[in-house]
């Protein structure tokens, strides 16, 4: 016995589908694309805020106390040789992360003994990271002033490793981003990066 299928309803399925699987896909692009131009602006105007007072580089032996701001800002992260840069703010919540590189609560902040644990999505503002090497300069600028650090080690870690992120009695920052760099959906590990400061 044979089957015998009507052409016209198997048409208008395909054509519908077309339809719905491309206005899918434009549905996702415009997200996309609003993220990166959300996230564009909000540095931008975080920029133009933080550059306002002067930030001027502080030596090691001059201390002043470190603080948030208001509106959550930390200060400015830089890796020269990578063209790094992105505002840093308080929290590693959903739309901080979008829009910033996040200052990891509990941890030091810029100028204080300890450790400054950064966090940044590896897709956006971490994506150089995968180019880092030992020896790379990395900056920390904030209204109190600029603190300098040099990286001296890169570890792959599981998610649930925070030793990292332990304070030591030295001044030093650690980034934190998701590993491997290229991985589709949510990454197995982390990838840290630890940098010293120096004078």
């Known amino acids: 016995m044979r089957i015998s299928i009507r052409r016209e309803p198997l048409t208008t399925i395909i054509r519908w589908s077309r339809r719905t699987l491309f ?54 992260l830089e890796i020269p040789r990578l063209e790094l840069t992105a505002m840093v703010m308080e929290g590693t919540g959903r739309t901080t992360l979008r829009r910033a590189a996040g200052h990891i609560p509990g941890t030091a902040l810029p100028g204080q003994t300890g450790n400054v644990g950064i966090s940044a999505h590896r897709d956006t503002f971490f994506r150089p990271l995968r180019k880092i090497k030992l020896g790379d300069s990395l900056e920390m600028a904030t209204r109190n002033g600029a603190y300098r650090y040099r990286v001296v080690s890169t570890r792959i870690v599981r998610p649930s490793d925070v030793s990292v992120l332990a304070a030591g009695d030295s001044e030093a920052v650690t980034l934190v981003t998701c590993y491997p760099f290229y991985f589709v959906g949510p990454a197995p590990f982390r990838f840290i990066v630890r940098a010293e400061r120096v004078q």
Not at 37 to 60: H, N, S
């Open 23 to 76: 206005g899918g896909g434009l549905a996702v692009l415009a997200y996309c694309g609003w993220v990166v131009i959300d996230a564009w602006q909000y540095q931008r105007a975080e920029a133009i805020a933080f550059d306002t007072p002067p930030v001027v580089a502080m030596p090691v032996s001059v201390r002043r106390t470190p603080e948030v701001f208001a509106d959550g800002l930390i200060g400015r």
